[in-house]
């Protein structure tokens, strides 16, 4: 491997690292509006109740045989899990031969009211794809799962946007299991 190449790898890796840790700050965050549930549930500022939500646990949400299809084999290593403390979760599986990889953020609840990603992406610039998700710089696919904004980024070609179509599909998924 060329000093080029394994510069490519690094700075790669480091920018995803940057992204996914960006990613789980904005999709975890209750917003100011909507108490976070605690305790099986709230009283807002209206007076109504609001049901806690299921916790989804993210690594639960693809088979190892859908992620080896889509970046290989994951080594000795098993998925990366996260979560935010308000209902939220990350898992990050990642290839360490080809720095290949697959994150899952999802969000807390209420943070994609009535099913809505907020209008501003903590990403910036979007581009719209088809059913309700957006495509942010990165790899990265912005959706709704109820009322959570979540993220699948995808990192297995970094010159194109080919890996959009994987990303497209594992939402299709995650939506199916969460």
Known sequence: MTDGEVRAREWWARAAAAVMLSGVAACGSTP???PAAVGGSTTGSTGATTVEAKPVDACALLSIDEVRQVIGATGDTGPQAGGTGDGG???TWENPDTYHSITIDVGSPG????GNLPAESAYGQTEPG??????APGGIAEFALRD?????????KVTDNTDRSTAVRLIGLVRDRA
């Open 32 to 34: 100011a509006n909507q």
């Open 130 to 135: 088809s059913g309700g998700i957006r495509f």
């Open 148 to 156: 959570r904004a979540c993220e699948v980024q995808v990192v297995t």
């Open 89 to 91: 979760s990350s898992c």
């Open 111 to 114: 943070t994609a009211v009535g």
